[in-house]
């Protein structure tokens, strides 16, 4: 098995003239809760959509748990799990039935006892058997999440998770993160650019501007130079004002 | 009333930016170009054909029959308009009349409307009126093409009384266009699904065009495509003159085709359509049910939650 | 692995169908169409059975109907199976799992074709018994087996129309735009092309036949439409790239809606209308091999 969850190395990205990703070369080792700051735009989501096999690069190479995400995409894909920034299910389908159908494609045995399993866990047995249609975005997200950890993956991609969410649905979230990681030894790639649930959850930080990482370090090394969340938010702006600057 | 001419204006710019309303717009102009020329093509081929024939019967010494095509009006050579206009104008309809509604219901521009103070049947006026406009001017060009044609064209001189002839096909056919453009708008705004909105007019529109004129006529499909073809009177028999009474007032793709038949000169001769109500009246009839329905769909419409399902 | 993830792919789209009534709605329509067309065809002959009446002669609407609408029918279908995944950008979902494409796709493909022969299985049955009703005489075994390769035609017909719109709907940019791009190439396949096709044949172009009104017999038309052959071979070309004339060329023949084709025996019947069936099976596979070849965009962008 390979030592890092998730390696990059010189992936880019264009649009015709528009550089989405720029040479990005990461690597995250198993176990950490990594959250991956920028602003809108900053080509976030297009890390993630080629992490987890949705996209080509347009150059450069990228491995999940040591698996090629291009020439090995499928077994890259048995090894991931994503919740998207908005959750989108089958509306007409119920939870379970949701969750069912993802779980075949995912090849879970003993599916039925997972799914209880994964709904006991996220606490919310009690959406099981309503339709997705009716669900507020704090349910969906809360199924998106069951089926995105339904197979158990090891690496667990977030897109902007907290985007839309109350107080309440934050602080649950944040519980599932440290609970996912802590009991299921999954890793995270988050996707953010809310400081604050960086610093209350993540084990390291990574701040991507225009395409291109400004800045990686643990969370603990970040904290015990800057201090506290707001020097972090400090440090985020600082970073990207350099940059458009 | 300012509030509606803002509403259509800005409907009117989005359907002109609309990739998919441009295409359809183009294949219908393309469609009225292709028209001139086949009424000119068959009409040239029928007479190349009868010289041929004459030529049989001489070689056998025999007088060849008269040509039972008779010289072809200079109008009867849009003959193929009228289908379509049947065809792509009313598809073309369809999606102007969908597009300028579901557009706004897509992106939740309604909720933002109705927070303004603005009736909801101010924003239908708005949107009909664009529909009215897009379709006239879609149509405008048409005729245009058709204009330019009969005056480059050296052996086809129109008459006045042509010429008047010609704007009232036009009139027809914008009326018929707009009555789709409705139909379109209408389902667009009061179905619960981005798919059904189109699903139930094409359906409306495939039995307006093909099932009930087999109904009053035995017009099969693909005669009903065809000018003359589906101009043949219906078979005798008390099911069709029972048909006939009951369906031909309600059935505005046969009014359109048989005022079309009349003003361009490629009716049989003794046509006469089976409805105590004129073809025109009914155009007009069914517009202004149309109208008032899509006023009363926009009235209902809810439009905190006006998205699509899917 | 591959086949239980087909299978499930295939049953959640035939469960989305029958759920949201699209199959019953399609189902129904083209039901109503095509009895209402056997019942007029029945009446306007009268009700009589001449000498050479070929029992499914009455089904001359019919195939017509299947061409317009069956296809209209199939391209929602195929506009559906991917807007369904599109519009709500479960694609990504889908695709973030251990799954190929050509999976996902063939699982998909499977479950439309279901309900296509669902869909037909339910018409040509109800016509079937119909037409024994009207006509009161029991269809041979021939004719059963006509009917059967009519059906499968049919299905083979409806499927490169769901491919069609299946296509689009998958691969261009605009959702909303591929179900109008498909139906305009429909209006050029289905309606346009034979259209013009039949528009600028002479004969038709004199109520009753211009060659029977000039008492003209078929030899000598022949003779004469020979000496036209540029004009032929724009016309019948523009005709052969309409997919519905082979489809029709082919039931007509079939069910002796063609008048020279009673009688003849089926396997000769067949051949000469092999032309017919080999369009067919090329636009499925031409438009089957675009679909399975080219890469889709899972990430809604």
């Keep these: 098995m390979s030592e890092l969850a998730i390696q990059t190395k010189d992936i880019s990205m264009s649009y015709g003239d528009h550089v989405a990703l720029d040479q990005l070369t990461l690597n995250i080792e198993y176990g950490e809760v990594f959250g991956f700051l920028g602003h809108n735009g900053a080509g976030k989501t297009t890390t993630v959509n080629i992490l987890t096999t949705l996209l080509k690069p347009t150059h450069g190479k990228a491995w999940v748990c040591g698996f090629d995400v291009v020439s090995d995409s499928l077994n890259a894909r048995r090894q991931i799990g994503y919740v998207p920034e908005n959750v989108h299910l089958y509306e007409a389908m119920t939870a379970q039935e949701n969750l069912r159908f993802l779980g075949q494609l995912s090849g879970v045995e003993d599916l039925q006892k997972t799914i209880d399993e994964t709904l006991e866990l996220l606490d919310c047995k009690d959406l099981a058997n309503r339709r997705v249609g009716t669900f507020s975005k704090g349910q969906r997200q809360r199924i998106g999440l069951a089926q995105a950890i339904l197979h158990r993956p090891k690496v667990l991609f977030l897109d902007e998770p907290a985007s839309g969410l109350d107080p309440m649905g934050m602080k649950m979230l944040r519980d599932l993160i440290v609970k996912l990681n802590a009991e299921l030894k999954m890793t995270i790639f988050m996707n953010t650019h809310l400081i604050g649930e960086v610093a209350k959850t993540c084990t390291s930080i990574g701040v991507l501007n225009q395409g291109k990482l400004v800045h990686k370090d643990t969370l603990k090394n970040v904290m015990d130079r800057f201090g506290d969340d707001e020097t972090l938010e400090r440090l985020y702006l600082s970073l990207n004002t350099q940059k458009v600057a | ?310 | 692995m591959m086949i239980s993830q087909l299978i499930a792919i295939a049953k959640k789209d035939i469960q989305d169908a029958l759920r949201t009534r699209t199959i019953f709605i399609m189902t129904g329509f083209l039901l109503v169409a095509s009895m209402v067309s056997i019942a007029v065809t029945h009446t306007a002959m009268g009700g009589r059975l001449p000498s050479d009446y070929s029992v499914l002669e009455a089904m001359r609407g019919f195939v017509e109907h299947l061409e317009i609408i069956g296809s209209a029918l199939a391209i929602l279908l195929g506009y559906r199976s991917a807007a369904n995944e599109r519009g709500h950008n479960t694609l990504a979902l889908v695709m973030t799992r251990p799954i190929r494409q050509r999976v996902f796709l063939a699982g998909k493909v499977f479950a439309s074709v279901v309900l296509i022969c669902g869909c037909l299985t339910v018409v040509f049955v109800s016509i079937s018994v119909e037409i024994m009703v009207l006509t009161g005489v029991g269809l041979s075994t021939l004719e059963v087996a006509k009917l059967a390769i009519g059906f499968a035609s049919t299905g083979l017909y409806m499927t490169a129309f769901f491919l069609l719109g299946f296509l689009f709907a998958l691969h261009l940019k605009h959702l909303s735009h591929a179900l109008l791009t498909a139906f305009s190439i429909w209006l050029v396949f289905v309606l346009i092309a034979p259209q013009i096709g039949d528009t600028l044949d002479p004969d038709n172009q004199a109520v009753g036949g211009l060659f029977s009104q000039l008492s003209v017999p078929h030899a000598q038309e022949v003779e004469i439409m020979n000496k036209l052959g540029t004009y032929e071979v724009i016309r019948t070309g523009i005709e052969q790239l309409s997919p519905s004339k082979h489809f029709e060329r082919l039931t007509f023949a079939l069910w002796g809606i063609k008048g020279s084709y009673i009688g003849m025996p089926l396997s000769e019947l067949l051949s000469a209308k092999i032309i017919d069936i080999l369009w067919l099976l090329g636009y499925v596979l031409g438009l089957g091999g675009v679909l399975f070849k080219r890469q889709v965009n899972f990430t809604g962008d």
């Design chain 2, 1 to 310: 009333m300012f509030a509606s001419r803002y509403i259509m204006t800005a409907a009117l710019r989005a359907n002109l930016r609309d990739q998919t309303v441009l295409l359809i717009a183009g294949l219908f102009i393309v469609l009225v170009l292709i028209s001139a020329y086949l009424g000119w093509s068959a009409t040239a081929t029928v007479q190349d054909v009868y010289l041929k024939v004459v030529e049989a019967y001489a070689a056998k010494g025999q007088i060849a029959p008269p040509n039972p095509v008779p010289d072809t009006p200079p109008l009867g050579l849009l003959r193929n308009m009228a289908t379509y206009v049947a065809l792509i104008g009313a598809l073309a309809g369809l999606v102007l009349g969908n597009k300028t509604v579901s557009g706004d219901r897509k992106s939740g521009v309604y909720a933002l409307l109705a927070s303004r103070p603005i009736t909801s049947s101010g924003i239908a006026l708005g949107k009909i009126l664009a529909i009215i406009i897009a379709i006239t001017g879609l149509l405008g060009v048409a005729a245009l093409t058709n204009v330019i044609t009969f005056m480059i064209l050296p052996n086809f001189s129109l008459s006045a009384d042509e010429w008047f002839r010609l704007a009232q096909f036009y009139i027809a056919s914008d009326l018929y266009v707009i009555s789709f453009g409705l139909l379109g708008a209408f389902f667009a705004i009061t179905s619960r699904s981005e798919a059904k909105s189109l699903m139930i007019p094409v359906t409306i529109w495939l039995t307006v065009t093909f099932i009930i004129p087999q109904l009053t006529a035995n017009v099969l499909p693909m005669a009903a495509l065809n000018p003359l073809k589906a101009m043949a009177p219906a078979p005798s028999g008390a099911f069709f003159v029972f048909t006939q009474s009951v369906l031909t007032p309600i059935s505005f793709a046969e009014a359109y085709r048989a005022l079309a038949a009349t003003l361009l000169d490629f009716a049989p001769p003794g046509f006469k359509f089976q409805s105590f109500i004129s073809p025109m009246l009914t155009l007009m009839i069914v517009n202004g049910l149309l109208i008032s329905a899509v006023v009363v769909a926009f009235g209902k419409m809810d439009a905190s939650r006006s998205a699509y399902d899917d």
